[in-house]
């Protein structure tokens, strides 16, 4: 039997052990947790290094401190550092505006780096980053983004650093473009060494290939966790339905079938007989005009994680008095969370591909 000292002293070692393996309280759901130990930040051309007490120096026609750099000229093949940061630390959300036509929104690319790895986890129009594909702004909100009718852009998937981490934004266009933008994040944050670091890929097939799936997400070899996608569909052949296909989860040790199986093109996103254009917080459909087709799914209450290995894909099927092998024009952003090192994203297309059959007024 063990005594009651004895016992206290068991108490007392799990709670100082359970102390120490306490995390940092949710900041969103505990708005009212002050003793976080996080320090908030915030970067822009106003204070372009986030470092407290720096920022609104700058001086325009009302005199030093009065709104002296909110945007730069950003100039055909100029590429900015939007930030460099020392960790541990988290980027909370990023918003950006710019010059809203189809071609500028799929020329820019953003490009991230976390904790010095050679290569970037995140390489993207700047557009599909910011949540919707053609480079068509259409104002729509879910849990991950929000758009404004005028372009402005905002992302809110968190992306945990615990070193550095270094985003830079590229011109590919060819032509000179406003740009504004902040990124908000906090620092001192307390990370494990594998944290999962947000990745984001682009992929186009103009068109796909005939019967070979498109691959949402190719083939990952580390522990991960895919978040979802916005993926663009160009309808080639109007006089069909183009979304038949289903998508496949091919995780850990799968070869020739999948371990998730859907049913549909339109039953992934979460809709049903057709496409609509309806935006909810997790799924939907936020442009369905005249065969552009941008719809999204967030994978944030049901999980897909996988502990080896991942690869995603969509199969290209139609209905015209039946089911019909086709192809069409598809386009994705992928986001998911893996540590670091993690390999090298597939190559990001030409500023020529990206930009062929956008959206047009």
Not at 21 to 38: D, F, H, K, M, R
Not at 62 to 75: A, H, V, Y
Request: charged share 20%.
């Amino acid at each position: 039997m063990v005594s009651r000292l004895t016992l206290a002293g068991l108490i007392s070692v799990c709670l100082l052990v359970s102390s120490c393996q306490v995390q940092s309280p949710n900041i969103v759901t505990e708005p009212y947790a002050l003793n976080t130990g996080l320090i908030s930040r915030s970067i822009c051309f106003e204070n372009p290094t986030g470092a407290p007490g720096q920022g609104g120096q700058a001086a325009s026609n009302l005199g030093p401190t009065r709104k002296g750099k909110p945007s730069i000229d950003f100039k055909a093949g100029q590429t900015v550092q939007l930030c460099d940061i020392e960790g541990p630390g988290t980027i909370r959300h990023i918003w950006m505006t710019t010059n809203k036509a189809p071609t500028n929104l799929r020329s820019l690319v953003i490009r991230a780096w976390w904790d010095d790895q050679d290569h970037p986890s995140i390489e993207c129009p700047i557009g599909d980053f910011m949540g919707f594909a053609h480079g068509k702004v259409q104002a729509y909100d879910s849990a991950v983004h929000s758009l404004g009718e005028n372009a402005g852009m905002n992302i809110w998937l968190p992306m945990p650093f615990t070193r550095r981490a270094r985003i830079t934004l590229t011109n590919e266009g060819k032509g000179n473009v406003p740009l504004f933008y902040q990124i908000d994040y906090t620092i001192a944050d307390r990370h494990p060494r594998d944290v999962g670091r947000l990745h984001c890929l682009f992929r186009r097939e103009n068109p796909t290939t005939l019967k070979q799936d498109f691959e949402i997400l190719p083939k990952r070899t580390n522990k991960g966790r895919y978040m979802g996608a916005v993926i663009g569909i160009r309808n080639l052949h109007p006089d069909q339905w183009w979304g038949e296909g289903e998508i496949k989860v091919y995780m850990d040790g799968d070869t020739e079938f999948p371990t998730l199986c859907g049913t549909g093109s339109e039953d992934y996103v979460g809709l049903s007989y057709g496409i609509q254009q309806t935006p909810y917080l997790y799924n939907g459909c936020s442009l369905n005009q005249k065969n552009f087709i941008s719809m999204y799914r967030w994978h944030l209450p049901d999980p897909i994680v996988w502990q080896k290995e991942c690869r995603i894909t969509i199969q290209q099927i139609a209905w015209k008095n039946g089911l019909a092998e086709t192809q069409d024009d598809w386009s994705c952003s992928t986001f998911w969370y893996e540590p670091v090192p993690s390999a090298a994203l597939d190559p990001l297309p030409t500023v020529e591909a990206r930009t062929a059959d956008v959206w047009t007024n």
